[in-house]
T-cell receptor, first 115, second 110 residues
């Protein structure tokens, strides 16, 4: 079946601009996660949704970052006033539920470059 | 989540078994061991997970020591396509996120 998809695959923007990154989870998965991966590092957790609500946003680095999942399916990660340090690969994952034995399946990521 | 320690890199000959170790000496009784891998420019791919017992699936085997302080991921017949960074993660019940460490960069050589 279809896996997690993310669009766009690449995004180049200028410092100070606003960007939106989209994630389409696996159909029927109630849990959705956003991670960020800098070059040479492992992914770092940003936010976790259970259904429509953000159950854990402790990984968001500052208030320029915001994410929504209004209908409990597609999610959008929004970054305001982008900075060069925001350049990274943004990964989305989904799982059937949020439990420890619910495997997270990752999308291919969106590579964000802030010039 | 408990901290894990993995060697930064390993080599393996094509066709041989690749044995990737992971130390998680502070693991607690209800934490699961998960393995993911990440091939260059792709998202992490789930491999296998376990709690106490050894596990096997079509991709790999997971051997967990009796005291659960360490584990080994075994790829029985490594191919060039298995070249990737392999991440060992311990995950607490009801903990949502995966905490990735540095992983092991496995290079499979012809």
């Amino acid at each position: 079946g279809a896996g997690v998809s993310q669009t766009p695959s690449n995004k180049v923007t200028e410092k100070g601009k606003y960007v939106e990154l989209r994630c389409d989870p696996i159909s029927g998965h109630t849990a959705l996660y956003w991670y960020r991966q800098s070059l040479g590092q492992g992914p770092e957790f940003l936010i976790y949704f259970q259904g429509t609500g953000a159950a854990d946003d402790s990984g968001l680095p500052n208030d320029r970052f915001f994410a929504v999942r209004p209908e409990g399916s597609v999610s959008t990660l929004k970054i305001q006033r982008t900075e060069r340090g925001d350049s990274a690969v943004y990964l989305c994952a989904s799982s059937l539920g949020g439990g420890v034995t619910d495997t997270q399946y990752f999308g291919p990521g969106t590579r964000l470059t802030v010039l | 989540d408990a901290k894990t320690t993995q060697p930064p890199s390993m080599d393996c000959a094509e066709g041989r078994a690749a044995n990737l170790p992971c130390n998680h000496s502070t693991i607690s009784g209800n934490e699961y061991v998960y393995w993911y891998r990440q091939i260059h420019s792709q998202g992490p791919q789930y491999i296998i997970h376990g709690l106490k017992n050894n596990e096997t699936n079509e991709m790999a085997s997971l051997i967990i020591t009796e005291d659960r302080k360490s584990s080994t991921l075994i790829l029985p017949h490594a191919t060039l396509r298995d070249t990737a960074v392999y991440y060992c993660i311990v995950r607490y019940n009801a903990g949502n996120m995966l905490t990735f460490g540095g992983g092991t960069r496995l290079m499979v050589k012809p």
